[in-house]
């Protein structure tokens, strides 16, 4: 079992920037690549970013390519999400997941794991 727990997220006003943590626990963070998703009230969860493991080339939905960076610190077992230039259309509650594997996926279906989630709203 891997835990997941996220943390970062708040109230900010378009055009800011939040920086959220998830941090891993239970079995050993090597081995799992980790993703980003947020979801919205009344739809569907949707992939935000992913990086695999053990790092390499991230991976970003059109929607945050040149505002999101996904980085990981594996000696803390953690992985961050650099928010800048937030807009109202990325609030949401934003969930970090792990999957066992190199291989990243931009489909919540493929992911083992799940964190609870941090909320994030962005005000106009």
């Known amino acids: 079992q891997v835990q997941l727990v996220e943390s970062g997220g708040g109230l900010v006003q378009a055009g800011g920037s939040l920086r959220l943590s998830c941090a891993a626990s239970?079995?050993?963070?090597?081995?799992?690549?980790m993703g980003w998703f947020r979801q919205a009230p009344g739809k569907e969860r949707e992939f935000v970013a992913a990086?695999?493991?053990?790092?390499?080339?991230?991976y970003y939905a059109d929607s945050v390519t040149g505002r999101f960076t996904i980085s990981r610190d594996n000696a803390k077992n953690t992985i961050y999400l650099q928010m800048n230039t937030l807009k109202t259309e990325d609030t949401g509650v934003y969930l970090c997941?792990?999957?066992?594997?190199?291989?990243?996926?931009?489909?919540?279906?493929?992911?083992?794991?799940w964190g609870q989630g941090t909320q994030v709203i962005v005000s106009s």
């Open positions: 997941a792990a999957r066992r594997g190199s291989t990243v996926y931009t489909t919540a279906y493929n992911y083992d794991y």
């Open positions: 239970g079995r050993t963070f090597s081995g799992y690549s």
């Open positions: 990086v695999q493991w053990p790092g390499g080339t991230p």
